[in-house]
């Protein structure tokens, strides 16, 4: 797929800004640090070759993780000024908007890459069955993804990055425990509020099963989220 020039203009800038900051270091610390002890919990005190405990809690972990990785991406703008800026670059809202999901959801890739060596360490002395643990990790994209999304739209509502924190938080925890509380509904609803879970979606990729029912729920997550934060942003200028 070829990115548009300007699309990879935003992305090499918001990229490279990531990794100018501590703060990167410190989230991709954090949270291997949590799946390291997920999966060593598992692997020595239960002595299982598997990732199912890390998978089973990773939609959590992304509510507070991607929210972070994600709140500075235009409210820091708004906050100091540089939008006015960019915004006076040859490039259009759907470029901005673009580029900066494609940084963010490179950066949370990168974060996850280490992870695979528990998958690694855990196939050379025990017996893996691979189909989960590869689903498990293009779920954890596909949600990566859909969660960025949503922080983007949280982060162009303000020039609080707290603010963008909590909100993008609210909305991820939202989707990710819906679907937890369907007891409370009526019969009749119970099939759309499970749609609606991303944790229902997730949870699906990673038994291994890769459904396009799940693909295009994730995907049109990313969509909403995106086209929200564009008209965000163009309500601005």
């Known amino acids: 797929m070829v990115v548009p020039s300007n699309v990879s203009f935003i992305f090499k800038r918001e990229f490279k800004v990531y990794f100018i ?102 196939s050379l002395m025990g017996d893996l069955d691979w189909g989960p643990v590869v689903g498990g990790y293009i779920g954890a994209v596909l949600l990566g993804g859909a969660f960025s999304s949503i922080g983007i739209f949280a982060s162009s509502l303000t020039k609080n990055q707290i603010i963008a924190f909590i909100t993008g938080m609210i909305i991820c925890f939202a989707l990710t425990l819906i679907d937890k509380v369907l007891f409370f509904l009526p019969g009749r609803l119970l099939g759309v509020f499970q749609y609606i879970g991303a944790d229902y979606h997730f949870q699906n990729i990673a038994r291994g099963i890769i459904d396009s029912r799940d693909v295009v729920y994730f995907l049109s997550v990313m969509f909403i989220a995106l086209y929200a934060a564009h008209f965000s942003i163009q309500e601005k200028k």
Do not use: H
Request: glycine share 4%; net charge negative.
């Open 21 to 122: 900051s501590p703060i990167a270091y410190i989230v991709i610390s954090i949270f291997v640090g949590i799946a390291g002890w997920l999966f060593f919990s598992t692997f020595f005190l239960f002595n299982q070759a598997e990732l199912r405990d890390f998978f089973s809690l990773l939609p959590i972990i992304f509510c507070f993780i991607i929210p972070a990785v994600t709140m500075r991406l235009f409210a820091e703008e708004f906050n100091v000024g540089s939008y006015e800026i960019l915004a006076t670059l040859p490039v259009t809202f759907t470029d901005i908007v673009l580029g900066k999901f494609l940084a963010s959801l490179a950066f949370i890739v990168i974060m996850i890459v280490p992870t695979l060596s528990y998958a690694i360490s855990v």
